[in-house]
Protein backbone atom coordinates (compact mmCIF):
# COMPACT_ATOMS: atom_id res chain seq x y z
CA UNK A 1 0.00 0.00 0.00
CA UNK A 2 0.90 3.39 -1.01
CA UNK A 3 -0.32 6.13 0.31
CA UNK A 4 0.51 9.53 -1.57
CA UNK A 5 -0.08 13.58 -0.88
CA UNK A 6 0.73 16.25 -3.10
CA UNK A 7 1.62 20.25 -2.42
CA UNK A 8 2.33 23.10 -3.54
CA UNK A 9 -0.42 23.91 -5.80
CA UNK A 10 -1.93 27.84 -5.73
CA UNK A 11 -2.73 30.86 -8.09
CA UNK A 12 0.12 32.09 -10.34
CA UNK A 13 0.31 34.50 -13.31
CA UNK A 14 1.15 33.47 -17.05
CA UNK A 15 4.64 32.88 -17.27
CA UNK A 16 5.25 32.35 -13.79
CA UNK A 17 6.46 28.97 -11.93
CA UNK A 18 5.10 26.57 -9.44
CA UNK A 19 7.29 23.49 -7.89
CA UNK A 20 4.83 20.74 -6.88
CA UNK A 21 5.34 17.80 -4.45
CA UNK A 22 4.16 14.48 -4.01
CA UNK A 23 5.07 12.47 -0.73
CA UNK A 24 4.88 9.02 -0.69
CA UNK A 25 4.28 6.55 2.45
CA UNK A 26 4.41 2.95 2.54
CA UNK A 27 7.52 0.30 1.85
CA UNK A 28 8.90 -0.30 -1.70
CA UNK A 29 8.08 3.43 -3.17
CA UNK A 30 11.46 3.31 -4.49
CA UNK A 31 10.52 0.47 -6.62
CA UNK A 32 7.18 2.57 -8.30
CA UNK A 33 7.24 4.76 -11.31
CA UNK A 34 5.60 7.60 -10.55
CA UNK A 35 3.36 10.24 -13.02
CA UNK A 36 1.42 13.22 -12.97
CA UNK A 37 -2.07 13.35 -14.06
CA UNK A 38 -4.09 16.69 -14.34
CA UNK A 39 -7.94 17.22 -14.81
CA UNK A 40 -9.48 20.66 -15.59
CA UNK A 41 -13.23 20.76 -15.34
CA UNK A 42 -15.36 18.84 -17.59
CA UNK A 43 -12.50 17.30 -19.28
CA UNK A 44 -10.73 14.29 -18.93
CA UNK A 45 -7.73 13.27 -16.37
CA UNK A 46 -4.81 13.68 -18.82
CA UNK A 47 -1.18 12.40 -18.92
CA UNK A 48 1.42 15.19 -18.08
CA UNK A 49 4.78 13.54 -17.16
CA UNK A 50 6.12 10.17 -15.22
CA UNK A 51 9.49 8.85 -14.55
CA UNK A 52 10.91 5.76 -13.80
CA UNK A 53 11.97 3.93 -10.50
CA UNK A 54 15.50 4.71 -11.02
CA UNK A 55 15.12 8.34 -11.73
CA UNK A 56 16.88 7.40 -15.01
CA UNK A 57 13.75 7.76 -17.87
CA UNK A 58 11.32 10.42 -17.96
CA UNK A 59 8.57 11.14 -20.48
CA UNK A 60 6.64 14.19 -20.76
CA UNK A 61 3.41 15.73 -22.28
CA UNK A 62 3.47 17.28 -25.87
CA UNK A 63 1.75 20.35 -24.53
CA UNK A 64 4.54 20.95 -21.42
CA UNK A 65 7.82 19.66 -22.92
CA UNK A 66 10.36 22.07 -22.44
CA UNK A 67 8.27 23.41 -19.78
CA UNK A 68 8.05 21.28 -16.86
CA UNK A 69 10.32 19.08 -15.04
CA UNK A 70 9.89 15.96 -13.16
CA UNK A 71 12.07 14.25 -10.74
CA UNK A 72 12.34 11.81 -7.68
CA UNK A 73 13.99 12.07 -4.29
CA UNK A 74 13.88 8.49 -3.51
CA UNK A 75 15.94 9.74 0.12
CA UNK A 76 13.04 11.53 0.62
CA UNK A 77 10.31 9.13 -0.46
CA UNK A 78 9.11 12.05 -2.53
CA UNK A 79 8.81 13.21 -6.16
CA UNK A 80 8.43 16.68 -7.55
CA UNK A 81 7.06 18.31 -10.69
CA UNK A 82 8.87 21.92 -11.57
CA UNK A 83 6.57 23.99 -13.71
CA UNK A 84 7.73 26.86 -15.61
CA UNK A 85 6.20 29.45 -18.07
CA UNK A 86 2.79 28.43 -17.23
CA UNK A 87 -0.38 28.99 -19.57
CA UNK A 88 -3.44 29.86 -18.25
CA UNK A 89 -4.75 26.35 -19.90
CA UNK A 90 -2.17 24.48 -17.23
CA UNK A 91 -5.08 25.86 -14.81
CA UNK A 92 -6.36 22.08 -13.20
CA UNK A 93 -6.00 19.77 -10.76
CA UNK A 94 -2.53 17.70 -11.02
CA UNK A 95 -2.70 14.31 -9.02
CA UNK A 96 0.55 12.31 -8.60
CA UNK A 97 0.17 8.55 -8.81
CA UNK A 98 2.37 5.28 -8.40
CA UNK A 99 2.84 2.48 -11.13
CA UNK A 100 3.83 -0.98 -9.95
CA UNK A 101 4.96 -1.47 -13.52
CA UNK A 102 8.26 0.59 -12.54
CA UNK A 103 8.99 1.75 -15.61
CA UNK A 104 7.54 5.44 -17.23
CA UNK A 105 3.91 4.86 -18.03
CA UNK A 106 1.47 7.36 -19.87
CA UNK A 107 -2.32 5.99 -18.89
CA UNK A 108 -4.44 6.06 -15.85
CA UNK A 109 -4.99 2.62 -15.97
CA UNK A 110 -1.39 1.65 -15.39
CA UNK A 111 -1.10 3.35 -12.02
CA UNK A 112 -1.98 1.68 -8.81
CA UNK A 113 -2.08 4.49 -6.20
CA UNK A 114 -3.60 8.38 -6.36
CA UNK A 115 -3.13 11.51 -4.22
CA UNK A 116 -5.83 13.52 -3.81
CA UNK A 117 -4.77 16.46 -5.69
CA UNK A 118 -3.34 20.12 -5.74
CA UNK A 119 -5.30 22.66 -7.68
CA UNK A 120 -2.94 24.92 -10.21
CA UNK A 121 -4.84 28.23 -11.00
CA UNK A 122 -2.76 30.16 -13.61
CA UNK A 123 -4.36 34.05 -14.65
CA UNK A 124 -3.73 35.41 -17.49
Known amino acids: QVQLVESGGGLVQAGGSLRLSCSASGRAFSYYAMGWFRQAPGKEREFVAT????????NYADYVKGRFTTSRDTAKNTIYLKMNSLKPEDTATYYC?????????????????WGQGTQVTVSS
Open 97 to 113: AASRKGVVATTPSEYNY
Open 51 to 58: ISWSGGST
